[in-house]
């Protein structure tokens, strides 16, 4: 039998290294993950092989290979590494320049009978796929978390049996409870007793049809005393039509809500209600503004389509960003941006505002004029349609939220297509 050959057809990213960071033999495998051919790595010290990126501050290929390498050989057992960045030099042939790669990796000592190390082999494994999807996710829900802190509301998200999964500060700050305290039914010790029996049947009513829900409740903040707050529920649904998980906002209305009652209860005279509607609507406008500065600030594109012909009432920077050389406000989404028109999101929009019906995108390729509607680029982007309600609940206009993941799609792409060339050439 022909061990070398074995060794080399290992399907397994493997690399013998001899104590002076010499490469000693490698398989087909690793070969092809780290863009070397075997005339290029075969006798030459691995460190040299894998220089540091000169572009990138933190590319520390050397230092990281260096005390693996020689841990390895200090203490004479398999070590097993945490994933750690190195990144790897692409062929001239495909562009040249250094490619960010994310591995796990392990050591195994060779030992020679008097138990000293011949040599280790380093076995390796490519995970920047998941790496970068990790940190993409890390990414979203870190901005969720900035928006849904931002907010005056409580916000938490839950499952689709009413089990919370997230509260956001304002919860914490507002009971002085923990996350833990709050999270799967733990929120039910908030709420006033009197109140629970009413909430669950609305519950009971809307979670099995993924229908929204709206109540009125008392909640209990952290010095004991009960505050009237409206819950609204309402289930995310995803490309598929299925439902992810549920929304959920609380408001607080107590003080809107005792200044009614005091004005029914005393029936004072019609001027001084007139004036408390009026400090009730500059209070709204108020909250209003602060959801408009929040929009305006936020990282991620937002704008807000007013009536059936979606017409651009708001638009924050970063939605402006995409397209700054054009004028978009007060003006509908098909006269600002005939491109979009064509690829058929304005039938999108329009089944929301009939419909009332969220919809979630992720990862949509979309073509864009950034300056004029002749000259497109396509990107690709993640975003929700959301119908806004006016006070009689009749929709008014769509609410629009998302951010550009182009740089993440084309890194999977590039991905997939080295996973795809590395398949090819093994094989």
């Known amino acids: ?84 960045r190195y990144d790897i030099a692409r062929p001239e042939a495909e562009g040249g320049g250094y490619e960010t790669r994310y591995w796990e990796a392990s050591h195994t000592p060779v030992l020679d009978q008097e138990g000293n190390v011949k040599y280790i082999i380093r ?37 689709t049996q009413g089990n919370v999964t997230y509260v956001n500060q304002r919860w914490l700050d507002y009971t002085g409870l923990t996350s833990d305290q709050l999270l799967g039914k733990g929120w039910r010790d908030t709420f006033h007793p009197d109140d629970l029996t009413a909430v669950q049947k609305k519950m009971n009513n809307a ?38 998980l549920r929304v959920g906002s609380n408001t607080d209305i107590h003080d809107t809500k005792l200044m009614v009652q005091e004005l029914l209860e005393s029936n004072e005279q019609m ?37 059936p012909e979606h017409r651009y009432d708001l638009i924050n920077p970063e939605y402006q960003k995409l397209f700054p050389g054009r004028d978009l406000l007060h ?32 990862e949509v390729p979309i073509l864009i004029g950034r300056t004029n509607a002749h000259e497109l680029e396509q990107i690709y982007i993640n975003f929700t349609y959301q119908a ?20 993440q799609v084309k890194c999977t792409q590039k991905l997939q297509e080295l996973e795809h060339q590395s398949k090819s050439s093994a094989s």
């Not at 863009?35 to 790595?41: A, G, H, K, M, S």
């Not at 999101?345 to 979630?360: H, P, S």
């Not at 309600?389 to 929709?395: F, V």
Request: one cysteine or more; aromatic letters at 8%; a negative charge.
């Open 331 to 362: 003006k509908t989404v098909a006269e600002a941006l005939p491109e979009v028109a064509e690829q058929g999101f304005v039938q999108i929009l329009d089944k929301v505002y009939q419909t009332g019906e969220d919809f979630v995108a992720k």
């Open 123 to 159: 076995r390796t494994a490519n995970v920047t796929a998941r790496e970068l999807a990790k940190r993409a996710q890390m990414e979203s829900e870190n901005k969720f978390k900035f928006m849904t802190d931002a907010v005056p509301q409580l916000i938490h998200t839950a499952d």
């Open 388 to 407: 806004i309600y006016s006070e009689t609940q009749q929709i008014e206009g769509i609410l629009v939220f998302g951010y550009e993941v182009t740089e």
């Open 1 to 84: 039998m022909d061990l070398h050959e074995l060794f080399v057809h290992i399907p397994e990213a493997l690399v013998a290294i001899a104590p002076d960071y010499t490469v000693l033999e490698a398989t087909d495998k690793y070969l092809g993950l780290v863009l070397r051919t075997r005339e290029q790595l075969i006798g030459r010290n691995l460190l040299e092989a894998f220089p540091d990126s000169p572009s990138e501050e933190d590319s520390k290929n050397e230092s990281l290979l260096r005390q693996s390498i020689d841990r390895t050989f200090r203490e004479k057992k398999t070590i097993y590494f945490d994933v750690l």
């Open 207 to 244: 979670l099995p049809g993924n229908q929204e829900f709206q109540a009125e409740v008392r909640i209990k903040n952290k010095e004991g005393n009960y505050r009237w707050h409206v819950v609204k529920s309402l289930p995310l649904v995803n490309l598929e039509g299925g439902v992810e």
């Open 271 to 307: 001027a001084l209600l007139s004036d408390q509607i009026q400090l009730a609507l500059q209070k709204a406008q108020a909250e209003r503004s602060t959801l408009e500065r929040l929009i305006m600030k936020a990282p991620a594109f937002f704008c807000i389509l007013k009536g």
